[in-house]
């Protein structure tokens, strides 16, 4: 199971970082995925980092602001927001699955283990 957390409200350029704890497996060779969903909007990757290389993809719209990063010792996987817009406002979600195929990892379906959610909630 994983658990997301750290979402929150937050003024335009503040920051924010998410939390995706792990349980019940072991976490630390699983390919990790934040994904964001936006009311009225098709869910969409926002990092991912794959555990083989520690390969990170990122959306255009959050390069050089967000770093997706893991402590796998502590079975949790970050998600670290800076310079947050309004337009980042949406539900969080911590992905994970043993292996994606690169070109796959910004496809929802490819995650096999998902999180609740967690609410980011930027004003202007």
């Known amino acids: 199971q994983l658990q997301a957390s750290g979402g929150g409200l937050v003024q335009e350029g503040g920051s924010l970082k998410l939390a995706c704890a792990a349980s019940?497996?072991?976490?630390?060779?699983?390919?990790m995925g934040w994904f964001r969903q936006a009311q009225g909007k098709e869910r969409e990757l926002v990092a991912a980092?794959?555990?083989?290389?520690?390969?990170?993809t990122y959306a255009d719209a959050v390069k050089g602001r967000f770093t997706i990063s893991r402590n796998s010792a502590k079975d949790t996987a970050y998600l670290q927001m800076n310079s947050l817009k309004p337009e980042d406002t949406a539900l969080y979600y911590c992905?994970?699955?043993?292996?994606?195929?690169?070109?796959?990892?910004?496809?929802?379906?490819?995650?096999?283990?998902w999180g609740q959610g967690t609410q980011v909630t930027v004003s202007s």
């Open positions: 980092l794959r555990w083989s290389g520690g390969t990170t």
């Open positions: 019940g497996r072991t976490f630390s060779s699983l390919d």
């Open positions: 992905a994970a699955t043993s292996r994606v195929i690169l070109s796959s990892v910004r496809v929802p379906s490819s995650y096999a283990y």
